[in-house]
C-alpha cells in the first residue's frame, strides 16, 4: 500500500470528497484511499470487509463503545451499493414515477403539458443518477470520516490471508475479529436468453444502459424490485408488461390494499401475467434481445422489445469468501449466522445481505450493531422481526403488522377503519388525501389512495396499518414502534395530528374512540 | 322546520351525498337537510351548533359515549370550514407550489416542460377546488351519517331562545347543554383601503375571485396563512411581495431551519419587507386595487398591484353569540372557558377555533371531546400543549419540542444531529433527501432540504426535530407522542427505519448511540 492515498489528517470537505471519488470512478484507478490513525497503537477490534450499510453502521459502534475498527470497500465511497446502484437510483426512479403519473393524469390540464402518448427517455434520467451519485458518496465518506471518526481504506482490492489477517496491495492488517458485510447482487436469472444484450437487472440497468429502450418493456418477476422498476418503465409511457411465476406483490398481504394497488397500476396501463410458466428471451443476429416468449394457460405469447428488466431478488455476495473460509452457506449463498452474527468461524461475523432476507436497510444496519456489540463484550442478540415496510408502485405503499385477513384468523373481534370507506362508491371517494394528493382529491378521487387500521375490538390493540399514497412512510418507522408497544385506539385518539395528515388514523380512532363497543369505519 | 328534506332512515351515498350538497350550494336555497330519529324520546344531552372539526368530533365522542346530540350548521354538510374555505384549499394550493417549484427547477430539463417566465392561472385552480370541494364534504355527511349515526340539522339557519333551546325556522330543540362551536373567520385588516375589490383573504380567495390576478401580489402578513399563500401566488409565476409589520415565520423557533426555509424562498424569488410600517392600499376610481404603500426606515415604497392578500390571523364568529348568552369573550372575540371547556354560563360550552389559538385541527377536535367528556359525566380537562406543528412553504415544515436555541438556554450540555452537516458546502448538499425529494437530490442538491434534532446529551432525551422537506409530515404525529414519552436517542436507534426516510432521525442516532459522550452530527 506504498502508493495509497493517504487522506488520515488533512480536513476533506464534502466537495473535496466529491471530487475524488468521481475522479476514482471515472479513471478506474484503483489506488487505495487510506485513512488509518498512524498514531493508534492499539490493535484493531474488527475489521469489516465492505462499507455499506451493514459495514458501516456497525464499524460506527464498535467505535462508539470505545473499540478501534478498519473498514475494507471496494468502491471509493462508504454506503455500499445502496447510493450507488440500489436504493438511490429506485428511489429516483420512483420519484419520476409518482411525478409522471400526475403529469400524464393532468395532461392538458391547468398548467400541466400535454404528455399523452409521449414517451419519456429512460437513459435521461439514468444519466442524472449516474451524474449525481457522487454527492451521497461524498456525503456519506464525510460523515465518515470527520464527524464518524472512522478508519477506512477504500477503492481496494483485499484478500483474506486468515481470518484474523487481510491484505490490501503490500499490506497486511490484523484484527481480533472479522466482520463480513459484502452485501448481495441481482440474482441471475435461469431463463434461455438471460444474458442478451437489452436483459437488464437493478445493477446493470444504472452501469450498462447506453440506448433508449423503445416502446415496449417486459419485466420479468412479481416482488418489489421488479414492481418498482416496471411502474417507473411504465410511468415513462411504454407498455409494460409484468411477467410472474407466481402473483405479483405477494408481500401485501391485504387483500383490499393489494388490489387497490393493482388496480391503480392496472389503471396506468400496466399489464401483468400471472402464473406464467416457462419463459424465453430471443435474440437477433448482434445478441440483443428481440423478443419474450412465455407460456400461459391459453398458450405461447410472444412480446416484441428491445428491453428487459430481471427482477427476481437477490443472492449473496459470498462466493470467494465462503470458500477461503470454509463458511456454512444456505441457498443463493447466503452465510449462516446465529443470532450473535457470528458464522460458523469463531470470530468471524457475517451481516447484512450477506446473510439473507429482509434486504432492508434497517436489517442490515440492526446486525451491523449487534456483531460490533458482540465483539466489545456486549452479548447481543438480533432478528430482524415485526418491522414495518413498504414498497413503490407510482404510489408509496407501507405497511405493518397483520393484515385484516390474518388478523381475522387470530382474533375474534377484528375491527377496521379505513378510507375511503366501504360504499357503493368503491375507491372513488377523495379520502385519504394529504399532501402531495391534493390535485387527485380534487379531480381524480379515486387515485387519492388508500388507507387500513386493522384493531382487536377485545383489548383495543392496532394490530396492523396499511397505506398506499404519498408521505405516510416516515409515520410508519413510529407508528410501528409505538404498535410494538401495544397502542390503542384510545392512544391514538389522543395524540395531536398535523392536519391534513396523509394516514387519517389519529382522526379515525378519535371519531370511535370512548365507545367500548366501537364499529367498523 | 315543516319544509325540511327528511333524511333519517334512508340510505344516503356518498355520491347522493355529492349531489345533495352541490344542490343546496349552488341554488342557495335554506331549506333545512335534518337526520333526527323520530324513534328517540330521549332529550338531548348536548346541542353542537357548528359541526365543523371541533363540532363534529364533540358529537362523534358523545354519542360514541352512549349521549344523544344534536348538531345545528348553517352549511348543507359538515365538517366546517376546513374542507369549503381553510386547511382543503390551502393544502391544495401548497401542493400546487411544491409541484410548480418542481417544474420550474426542471424546466426545459428531462421530460419538463419550459416554465421559464410563465403565469399559471390562479383562477383556473381556485375554479378546480370550488368544483371539487363537494367531494369530500359528502364523505364527511356521509361519514357522520351512515358510519357515526349523528343527528343533525344542516343548511339551517338557527336563534338562540335560551341556553337551553335552538330554534331552527319553527321547530325548537332543547337540550340539557349547549356547545358552541363556531368557529372563526379571517380577521379584517385595519389598513386603509382594505375593503377595496382585489384585496382578498382566504376565505374571499375561494369565493369570490373572478378574475385573473396579474403579476405582482402582494401579502400583508407574516404568520402561516401569509406565508403559505405567498408561496402559492409565487410559485404561479408572480412577483409576490410579503409585507410584514414584524418578523416573517416567528412561529419556526430553530434560527437554521428558519434560515433555511427563508433561503428557499428567496431562491424562488419570494421579496420580504419585515419591519414594515404604515401600510396604505390604493384603488382606481372603480374601488379596485391598484396600489400598496409601505413605510420602511428607507422611505415609502409603492408597489403596484390588482392583488392584495391579507393572511393577518382569525377572529371568533362570536358576534351574536356572545351578545344574546352574556357570555366572557377576550381579544379578537374569542369566547372564554375553562379547562372543561365551560363558558361563563353553567350548561354552555365553547370548542375549537371560537375559543382562539392554537386554530388547528387537533386542538378544535380535542376541545370538542373534552366538552363531551364533560356532558357525559367524565370529569375532564384539556389545554394544547406540547404538540407538533406544520407549514408550508413551497415545501412542508414540520417541527416539535425546543428549538436549539431553547434548549441551550435550558440544557447544559445540548447536542445536535442534522443533515446536512456543517461543512464548507452549507446547504449545497443532496441530504436529507426522501420520496419526492430525490430529482433535488440528484440535480439541485441544496433544495433536498434541512433537517435537526435537538438532544439532551446528559439524559440522552429527544428535546426537539425540525424538518424541512416533504413526507415528514405523518411522522412528526408520532414522533411528538414518542418525545412527550421520553424518547432517548438509543430508543431511536433501535427503532426500525423504512429507507428511504424524508427524516434521518433514527439512523444519525444510531450512529452515534452506543458512546456514552456522543458528539454532534
Redesign the interface.
Known amino acids: 500500500m506504498t502508493t495509497a492515498i493517504d487522506v488520515w489528517g488533512d480536513y476533506f ?3 473535496k470528497w466529491q471530487a475524488v471519488v468521481a475522479e476514482a470512478l471515472e479513471s478506474g484507478d484503483s489506488k487505495p484511499i487510506a485513512n488509518i490513525n498512524p498514531n493508534d497503537s492499539r490493535e484493531f477490534d474488527a475489521i469489516f470487509l465492505g462499507g455499506g450499510a451493514a459495514g458501516r ?1 456497525g464499524a ?2 464498535c ?3 470505545g473499540g478501534r475498527v478498519l473498514i475494507i470497500d471496494r468502491w471509493p465511497f462508504l454506503g455500499g451499493s ?1 447510493p450507488h446502484q440500489a ?2 437510483p429506485h ?2 426512479f ?3 414515477a ?3 403519473m ?2 400524464r393524469t393532468f395532461s392538458g390540464k ?2 400541466f ?1 400535454n ?1 399523452n402518448d ?1 414517451m ?2 429512460i437513459k ?2 439514468v444519466e ?2 449516474r ?3 457522487t ?2 458518496h461524498a ?1 456519506m465518506n ?2 465518515s470520516k ?3 471518526g472512522l478508519e477506512f481504506v477504500l477503492n481496494a482490492e483485499f484478500s483474506i490471508v486468515d481470518p484474523q489477517t487481510i491484505q490490501v496491495g503490500e499490506c497486511q492488517f490484523q484484527a481480533k475479529n472479522l466482520v463480513l458485510a459484502l452485501g448481495a447482487k441481482p440474482l441471475v436469472a435461469e431463463i434461455p436468453g438471460a444474458r442478451l444484450k437489452g436483459v437488464f437487472n437493478s445493477q446493470t440497468l444504472v452501469e450498462n444502459l447506453d440506448y433508449e429502450p423503445a416502446n415496449t418493456i417486459v419485466v420479468i418477476g412479481g416482488g418489489k424490485s421488479a414492481i418498482e422498476y416496471g411502474c417507473f418503465f411504465n410511468a415513462t409511457g411504454r407498455r409494460t408488461l409484468v411477467v410472474a411465476r407466481h402473483q405479483v406483490m405477494p408481500m401485501i398481504k391485504d387483500v383490499e390494499s393489494r388490489a387497490y394497488a393493482i388496480l391503480m397500476m392496472e389503471e396506468q396501463g400496466m399489464e401483468f401475467l400471472e402464473n406464467a410458466g416457462f419463459m424465453a428471451i430471443q435474440g437477433d443476429s448482434q445478441d440483443k434481445v428481440k423478443s419474450v416468449s412465455i407460456k400461459t394457460p391459453s398458450g405461447i405469447i410472444n412480446v416484441d422489445t428491445d428491453f428487459v428488466f430481471l427482477g427476481l431478488g437477490e443472492q449473496a455476495n459470498s462466493e470467494q469468501i465462503a470458500q477461503i473460509l470454509g463458511l456454512e452457506t444456505g441457498e443463493k449463498g447466503f452465510i449462516k449466522v446465529n443470532r450473535h452474527m457470528q458464522t460458523s468461524l469463531p470470530n468471524v461475523y457475517a451481516v447484512g445481505d450477506l446473510t439473507g432476507p429482509p434486504m ?4 442490515a ?2 446486525e451491523g ?1 449487534c456483531a ?2 458482540n465483539i466489545m463484550g456486549q452479548v447481543s442478540e438480533y432478528k ?1 422481526a415485526d ?4 414498497m413503490h408502485t407510482h404510489y ?1 405503499v ?1 405497511w405493518l403488522g397483520l393484515s385484516e385477513e390474518e388478523a381475522r384468523k387470530r382474533y375474534g373481534n377484528v375491527k377496521i377503519m379505513k378510507l ?2 366501504d ?3 368503491g375507491f ?4 385519504p388525501a ?6 387527485y ?3 381524480k ?1 379515486r387515485m387519492s389512495g388508500f388507507q387500513k387500521l386493522i384493531i382487536d375490538g377485545d383489548t383495543r390493540k392496532i394490530l396492523g396499518a396499511f397505506h398506499i399514497g ?13 404498535v410494538k408497544k401495544g397502542l390503542t385506539i384510545d ?1 391514538l ?1 389522543d ?9 387519517y388514523f ?2 379515525l380512532c ?6 367500548p363497543h ?4
Do not use: T
Request: hydrophobic share 40%; aromatic share 12%; with cysteine.
Open positions: 470537505s464534502i466537495a453502521f460506527a459502534y467505535r462508539a463503545l445502496c436504493c438511490v428511489h429516483l420512483s420519484d419520476c409518482a411525478q409522471l400526475l403529469e391547468l398548467w403539458q404528455l409521449k419519456v427517455s435521461n434520467i442524472l443518477f451524474n449525481g451519485r454527492g451521497p456525503v464525510y460523515q470527520e464527524q464518524l432492508e436497510m434497517f436489517k444496519r440492526k450493531v460490533a456489540k430482524a418491522y414495518p415496510d413498504f408509496e407501507c375511503p370507506p360504499n357503493p362508491n372513488d371517494v377523495g379520502l394529504g399532501d402531495r394528493m391534493m390535485l382529491l380534487m379531480a378521487p404519498y408521505g405516510a412512510k416516515d409515520g410508519f418507522q413510529y407508528l410501528n414502534s409505538l392512544d385518539a395524540m395531536d395530528e398535523l392536519f391534513i395528515s396523509p394516514s389519529i382522526q378519535r371519531l370511535r374512540a370512548g365507545d366501537f364499529k367498523n369505519m
